[in-house]
C-alpha cells in the first residue's frame, strides 16, 4: 500500500501532542501532596539549568530531587513501551500486540527478579539490566517459535502464545519469590506491580540512551514497518526480508522493553493504548505513528503516575495496577469493537 506525504493536519496534531507533553511535565512535577504551582516549578527548573537556585528549599528539594526526575522516567518508560507496541503490531500484523499480551514485560520481570534473589551484582551494574534483557528476548523468542505455523507467524496463534507465555513467565517469578530469601519480598514486589518511585537523576542515562537510540532506529525501518502491517505478501513484494526483518524488531522491541523493566518494573498495555489512538489522529504511516505513540505514551504514563500517587495520599498506588485497569477496559473494548 503506497503512503502519501502525511497531511499537515497530522504534524500539527504531532507538534500539540509535544507541547502537551512539555506542559504535562511542569505541571505534574508540581502535583502531589505538597503542591507546588507550575509557576514555581519552572521556576526552580530554569534555575537548576543556569545553576542558581533561589527558590524556597522545601519546594526546590520536592521538585529537582524528587519529582522531576520520577516525571522524566515516566516521560521515559511510556514513550519506549508504547514505541514497542507500535513495533509489535507491526511486525505481528495484530493490532492487539503489545509487549505485556505478547510476554516481554513477564519475561522481563523474570530476569529482574532472578537479579534481585538469586545472581547477586554478576555483572556489576548491568547486572539487572542484562538479566532483564536475556529474560524478555527468552519470551519472545518462545512466543515467535509457539506462534509459528507452516513457517509463518500467524497473528491469532501469536497473541494466543504469548498470553500463555506471560503466564508462564509470571508462574516464574512467583515461583523464585516463593523459593527466595523472603526478606527480598518488597524489593520484587516492586518489579510485579511496577512502579516509578525510585527514579533519580543518575539513572535516567540508560533509560534516556535506549529510548532515543531505539525510537530512532525504528523511525530509520518505517518502510519495512509499513510494508509488515500490510501484510507478509505486499512486504515480500516490496522486496523486504521478512524473516530477518522480524528477528530484528523483535530483538529492538524486547531490548526497549527489558531497559524500562528493569527500571520501573512491568508497567503493562501502554503499548497496546497508545498505537491505536495514534492511527486515528496520524494515520497508520509509522514515519508519523512511531514519534505521535511516543509522545502520547509518554503523555498517558506521566498522568498515570499523577493518579498513582494523589489518588490515595500521601500513600501511593502501584502504577502498574492502574494502567492495567485502564488497559484491561480497553482491551475488551477492541474485542466486542473487532468482534
Known sequence: MPFRRAPRKAWRRIAILAVLLAISIVIATGLGPVAVAPAMTARIVIEHLFGTTTAPA?????????????????TLVGASLAVAGTTLQAATGNRLADPHLLG?????????????????????????????????????????????????????????????????????????????????????????????????????????CFAGGGLLWLIGRRRELNALM?????????????????????????????????TSGAIGFVGLVAPHVCRRLVGADHARLLPASALFGAVLLIWADVAARVLVAPDELPIGVLTALLGGVFFAGLVRYRG
Open 230 to 262: 500490510s501484510g507478509d505478501i505486499v512486504a515480500t513484494t516490496l522486496g523486504v526480508d521478512i524473516a530477518r526483518t522480524r528477528r530484528e524488531l523483535f530483538a529492538v522491541s524486547s531490548l526497549l522493553t527489558a531497559a524500562m523493566v528493569a
Open 58 to 74: 522545601m519546594q526546590d528539594n520536592i521538585v529537582w530531587l524528587i519529582r522531576l526526575p520520577r516525571v522524566l522516567l515516566a
Open 104 to 208: 516481554v514485560s513477564s519475561g522481563a520481570s523474570v530476569g529482574a527478579v532472578a537479579a534481585t534473589l538469586w545472581t547477586g551484582a554478576a555483572f556489576g551494574s548491568l547486572t539487572l539490566p542484562v538479566l532483564a534483557f536475556a529474560g524478555a528476548l527468552a519470551a519472545t523468542s518462545l512466543v515467535v517459535m509457539l506462534g509459528a505455523g507452516r513457517g509463518r507467524l500467524d497473528s491469532q496463534r501469536l497473541l494466543l502464545a504469548g498470553v500463555a507465555v506471560s503466564f508462564v513467565m509470571m508462574g516464574c517469578a512467583n515461583l523464585m519469590l516463593y523459593l527466595g530469601d523472603q526478606r527480598a519480598a518488597t524489593s520484587v514486589l516492586f518489579w510485579m506491580l511496577g512502579g516509578l518511585g525510585l527514579a533519580r537523576w543518575d539513572m535516567l542515562g540508560v533509560p534516556a
